[in-house]
């Protein structure tokens, strides 16, 4: 019994056929782009489950802290003191994949990723994460402040594995790297979230705007 697998120049995406007495040798011949899937194709039959999928061999890349962005309302100043204000924020921090399509938490491609990844390495993988809390700032004159955030963040590749009853593009399995990209549990790899407060001068228009009657000498929230 041997296997025949047809490479993608450029996709990498991978195909073995199947006959009514198992598997069967056949030369790799250049197919047509038409005769083959896209890889957007292959993954939305995982999603959807007309394709049999599982997420084979996840390797788990090194943990690093992500972009810090805000996860606050901004807080203006245009008194002539200081202002401090209690400021609540909230985050929720997704996963994309190596195409940067989002991975939905609870879909399928969630699940197969996390099914993959506890058998590997015996934890859980979230495709999401959310926090939310509240910080006291402080924002000069003159300044608008906000509250950022930044996610420890993990990558974990491995190869999609797409299984058909019936063959489809010729084929009844077809293969496709793939690398998602999604928050870490803090502390992973030594690396921790970081929330801190940020302030900048108002521009030459924002300060024009503190002479309205409504903010003059007074400090506001704007929403993000």
């Known amino acids: ?27 790799a011949m250049p197919a047509a782009a038409d005769d083959q ?8 039959d995982c999603a959807s489950g007309e394709g049999k999928c599982s997420f084979n061999e996840p ?17 203006y100043n245009c008194s002539t003191s ?16 190596s ?18 990844v506890t058998a590997t390495y015996s934890h859980t993988w979230t495709s999401s994460h959310t926090e939310n809390s509240s910080l006291n700032m402080t924002v000069k004159p003159g300044e608008v402040g906000w509250i950022s955030r ?10 999609w594995q797409t299984h058909y009853d019936n063959q489809k593009w010729g084929h009844y399995f077809w293969f496709v790297p793939d690398t998602v990209t999604g ?3 803090n502390g992973t790899d030594g690396k921790s979230n970081a929330v801190t407060v940020k302030t900048r ?24």
């Open 37 to 44: 899937p896209t890889r957007d194709q292959l993954i939305a």
């Open 150 to 159: 930044a996610q420890v963040m993990q990558s974990v590749s491995g190869t």
């Open 183 to 185: 928050p870490a549990p």
């Open 99 to 116: 195409a940067g399509v989002s991975v939905t938490a609870g879909g399928n491609i969630a699940g197969l990723i996390d099914l993959s």
């Open 59 to 75: 390797k788990l890349g090194e943990a690093y802290l992500g972009d810090f962005r805000q996860v606050s309302n901004s807080l």
């Open 82 to 97: 200081d202002a401090t204000q209690s400021m609540g924020w909230a985050d929720t921090v997704g996963s994309t994949d």
């Open 1 to 27: 019994m041997t296997k025949s697998r047809t490479i993608r120049h450029g996709s990498r995406l991978l195909a073995l056929s199947t006959a009514s007495l198992g598997l069967v040798a056949a030369m």
């Open 201 to 224: 001068k108002m521009t030459a228009a924002e300060k024009s705007s503190c002479s309205a009657d409504a903010k003059k000498g007074q400090a506001f929230v704007v929403k993000r």
